[in-house]
């Protein structure tokens, strides 16, 4: 059966009230902003903010901030603790009359993929095994961003960071896979999780509003395009996030009870479209085309959408 | 009003301070010798005679980060832990200092690998001494459940808004059962009144932000010195908080205590439960005819200096027993101790750093006796000794025969 949406058939369906404010401290073009951004919009602004150590982290900056919601900033390796920290109090003040129920808010952990793939991670599978009520949003920027750009587990094989350079050994810089951080959410058999894509804003604001129906953890991975730190210009970033989806390196999913559905199928342009307009991968075609690498890319994404169709 | 008086051992004294507290949120991870304390709370959890969540975290930095999380939402939060478990919660225990959260932990204290061992000494909680908790340090079970209750009054009040940690000695008093006088709820009611912050809280009607980035030094530099004022008015909130607990429950509690110290020319400082033997030794040199005294340090942070001066004033010599060591300086509270007489126009004629305890070891009358001797011999010379490790010919010895059993016994390598 195909994925249908139901309430976000047209852009004037959007949400016009904005929650994330111009003005912020990140970079210029930052996709994951912009993700946020239009996360927000179905989110609202009875939220709470629950941040680990990354870029985002300078959104909010004494005194300023440019959400209309509540933050706490915890540490890296534990913002889902905290989100259960401030939920269960959420809820132990409410059932003891000390907080009017209208006072609730949602608890959204707001992490880069750092710390949601690695530092993270128990805290994470703690969250999602003591079916925590709350969201986990995390920008994925595929490298430990607000350090510089180093090697993180969400690096794409190919991609060159500060900590994976193109050496004479390594040639084509990282020589990971990037971790499947989806997949091991799902073992955890938690009720919601998709993908998104600011370019696809339909998409992302009909996801967030399905999400709402369900109790318990909820898995928004969204992709971040990222200019600093992939070595494009900004004004590059919608055309990078709109191929990563139309090449099939970021499949646009959702897994409702464990069972995924993809909502947009992807007719796959060469991976080379999408690889050619980063800095990051220039290694890859300057001074000389790494055939193999860029082979081995494109037989992943073949390999991945092999198993979806069957 | 009643008081109940029963046999219980350190842990569940904890658990009843924090059951008396009334707490709200109890997040929880495992580890010896501190498990009876949640195991407890977990049970009166779950048959509602304490109206508290109790949550099994994944770890002590994610039970950490969720107490402090709690208590910034606006719950009455209590947690407990020991050794590993407080050094894997360290990047927390500042974050939540920060937060200015005022929550209580109980650290029951047991030496740090490696070598692993499940007894006690202070290296664990003394290494949070600059995390921005207040730190006190409880000798007697009863003095468990009295000091749980005064910290949640320190830590809430408006001057102070800052976590405290409760720490007691692994095995010695957590397993050992002492008699408890459990003060009447109604007491504590009227000592510690219901949480109702108005400077925390996330609510729907009223965003707030809390633990955001500074840039540039000068906003750290104010947020740290409140932290620090804070830490201090904490000197005088405990001295309040003493006076109603003993008017209301009949028992009080200093800064620090002292014992026999009136005409005592020399003094021994000591903490926690190894206190009691350093109390029993001063009899039995005061039976002997020595003029000596013990200053158990009640409260470690904020540093009672003021208090300590006042002790020491005038005295031969001071002597301090670290339970704990800082490799390549020494005892950690003697450097402190050290640090407060220096402007002292009458600061004792000679300091002496002794090491004992660690890792649990006995301190047996003897090693209070070469104490107490050296100390005298020190004063009269007006030049300190030390840092000694106390360690006897006997357990010299075993240590050998062990280290013989450790080898290959055929070639004795
Ligand atoms: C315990 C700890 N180790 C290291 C850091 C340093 N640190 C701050 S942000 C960051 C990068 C986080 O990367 P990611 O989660 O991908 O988020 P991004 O920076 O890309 O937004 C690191 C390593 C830290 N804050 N805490
Ligand atoms: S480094 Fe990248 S992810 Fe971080 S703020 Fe800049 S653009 Fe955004």
């Known amino acids: ?310 | 009003m009643n008081q109940t008086n029963q046999m219980m051992t350190g842990n569940l004294a904890a658990a009843w301070g924090a059951r008396l507290a009334d707490v709200d949120y109890v997040p929880a991870f495992p580890i010896t010798p501190q498990t009876e304390i949640v195991e407890t709370l977990s049970k009166w959890c779950g048959t509602g005679a304490l109206n508290a969540r109790f949550v099994t975290m994944d770890s002590e930095h994610s039970m950490m980060t969720a107490a402090g999380a709690a208590a910034a939402t606006g719950a009455r939060v209590f947690t407990a832990t020991s050794s590993q478990g407080l050094l894997h919660a360290f990047e927390v225990l500042y974050t939540v200092a920060g937060w200015r959260v005022p929550l209580v932990l109980v650290n029951v204290s047991r030496a740090l690998a490696s070598p692993i061992t499940l007894e006690p000494d202070h290296n664990d909680v003394l290494a949070a001494r600059d995390s921005g908790f207040l730190q006190i340090h409880a000798e007697t079970c009863q003095e468990i459940v009295d000091s749980i209750l005064m910290a949640y009054r320190i830590a809430e009040d408006p001057r102070v808004c800052l976590p405290v940690m409760v720490n007691l000695d692994g095995f010695y008093l957590s397993f050992t059962r002492e008699p408890v006088i459990l003060p009447d709820p109604r007491m504590v009611q009227a000592f510690l009144p219901a949480y109702r912050p108005t400077h925390l809280g996330f609510k729907a009607s009223s965003p707030r932000a809390l633990g955001t980035a500074v840039l540039g030094g000068a906003t750290y530099s104010y947020f740290r010195h409140q932290n620090h004022l804070a830490s201090m008015n904490a000197l005088l909130v405990h001295e309040e908080a003493a006076v109603d607990f003993e008017r209301l429950c009949g028992r009080r509690y200093d800064l620090v205590e002292g014992y026999r110290l009136d005409d005592a020319e020399d003094v021994l400082i000591m903490t926690n439960a190894f206190a009691s033997k350093g109390k029993a030794a001063v009899d039995v040199a005061r039976a002997e005819g020595k003029r000596v005294g013990l200053l158990r340090l009640r409260v470690i942070r904020p540093w009672p200096a003021d208090a300590i001066r006042h002790a020491l004033q005038g005295r031969r010599a001071v002597a301090v027993l670290d339970q704990n060591l800082s490799p390549g300086q020494g005892g950690i509270l003697f450097q402190e101790i050290a640090a407060s007489l220096y402007h002292e126009a009458l600061r004792p004629r000679a300091l002496c750093s002794f090491i004992g305890g660690l890792g649990g070891k006995n301190l047996s009358e003897g090693e209070f006796r070469a104490i107490f001797e050296q100390t005298a011999e020190a004063g009269v010379r007006g030049k300190g000794i030390g840092p000694v490790l106390l360690y006897t010919e006997m357990e010299y010895r075993e240590m050998e025969q062990l280290q013989y059993l450790a080898h290959d016994l055929k070639t004795g390598k």
């Open chain 1, 1 to 310: 059966m195909a994925w249908e949406p139901h309430m976000f058939k047209e852009l004037h369906q959007i949400p016009r009230e904005e929650h994330v404010f111009p003005g912020t401290p990140l970079c210029a073009g930052c996709g994951g902003l912009e993700s946020l951004r239009l996360a927000s919009k179905v989110l609202g602004s009875h939220v709470v903010y629950v941040n680990a150590a990354g870029c985002f982290t300078n959104l909010a900056a004494f005194p300023f901030t440019p959400l209309d919601a509540s933050w706490l900033y915890t540490t890296m390796g534990s913002a889902p603790a905290g989100a259960q920290g401030v939920r269960d109090a959420l809820d132990v003040l409410i059932a003891k009359g000390r907080l009017p129920k209208e006072e609730d808010l949602k608890v959204v952990v707001l992490g880069g993929d750092g710390s949601t793939y690695d530092m993270a991670l128990s805290s994470t599978s703690g969250a999602i095994t003591r079916k925590l009520d709350f969201y986990y949003f995390c920008y994925d920027n595929e490298a430990y961003g607000n350090t510089g750009v180093q090697l993180s587990p969400a690096t794409p094989y190919g991609a060159r960071t500060s900590t994976s350079p193109c050496g004479v050994q390594h040639p084509a810089g990282t020589t990971q896979e990037k971790k499947d951080i989806f997949e091991i959410w799902r073992a955890h058999k938690p009720p919601y999780m998709a993908t998104v894509s600011p370019r696809f804003p339909l998409d992302l604001e009909e996801k967030f509003a399905r999400a709402e129906e369900y109790r318990g953890p909820k898995l928004f991975l969204a992709f971040a395009a990222c200019p600093t730190g992939w070595l494009f210009d900004p004004a590059y970033t919608p055309d990078v996030a709109r191929l990563a989806v139309e090449c099939g390196l970021w499949p646009l999913k959702e897994a409702i009870n464990g069972t995924v559905t993809h909502t947009y199928i992807p007719k796959r342009k060469p991976v080379e479209e999408y690889l050619k307009l980063q800095g990051r991968f220039r290694h890859l075609f300057e001074p000389t085309r790494q055939d193999e690498a860029i082979r081995h890319i494109q037989a992943r994404v073949d390999d991945y959408w092999k198993q979806v169709n069957g």
